[in-house]
């Protein structure tokens, strides 16, 4: 991540909407899970997909409809007749820690983070399989046919979503210009590990939908918003073994056997040490601490 990015980015969206004074941002956590579109008519969900390429997914509606934070009806007298919700699924920590305790006493294969976690019980074949599963699903974005059946920001118009039923994120924020921007980014960071679902960045949009407009999109990608990742997450282990595989053609690759540690939503047992000028250059042992 780079503040002058940020600061760039800020600085193209003024520029082309031709003011000086700060643009106001709405600032979400970016889930690690799985972008979905629901589709509602005259309040009653009809399909959902998977985003897949941005302009076609997979099916998913039968397995949608069996997560609890899903509305199959959308409530209030201001619903639209036709409206489309996106938002992530994604799986809390909690409850992956426990789906992967009741796998691994089964004897059946384990996921390696809440994300693959949250893909793969979406994509069940059986919505039985999928209703077992501890998923959550939080929206991000709404459209209409009618734009004037909305409010003016997408602030309001995501809290016009809470109202119909969907769960929205708490962490979101508004901030006034880059530099509150940047503020917003290093207080998220700060939560981030006391989160009860994992986040890798966060998404800044242009609040005013009148501004989301004129800016417009270049190829699919919208000139209005911009999504930070945060640094890798780091954690210490100790090496206990060191191995070398012979490959195919015959070339030989040391590769550490670690003491077992759970980073970045991902268990690291193995890390490759590509070669023996390798090892010299960071003259690790048996033992390090890496």
Known sequence: FSEDELRDFDRRVKDRLGITEDV????????????????????????????????????????????????????GDDVPDLVEVRGEVYMPKDGFEQLNRRLAERGEKTFVNPRNAAAGSLRQKKSTVTARRPLEMCAYSVAVTDESLLPDTQWEGLKRVQSWGFRINPEMRKARGAEECLEAYSELMDKRDGLPYEIDGIVFR????????????????????????????????????????????????PVARLKPVFVGGVTVSNATLHNMDEIRRLDVHIGDTV
């Open 206 to 253: 242009v609040n005013r939908l009148d501004q989301q407009k004129a800016l417009g999109f270049v190829s699919r990608a919208p000139r209005w918003a911009i999504a930070q990742k945060f640094p890798a997450q780091e954690e210490l282990t100790v090496i206990e073994d060191v191995e070398f595989q012979v490959g195919r053609t015959g070339a030989v690759t």
């Open 24 to 75: 106001e941002y709405v600032c979400e956590p970016k889930l690690d899970g799985l972008a979905v579109s629901l589709h509602y008519e005259n309040g009653a969900l009809t399909t959902a997909a998977t985003r897949g390429d941005g302009y076609s997914g997979e099916d998913i509606t039968a397995n949608i409809r069996t997560i609890p934070s899903v509305p199959l009806k959308l409530r």
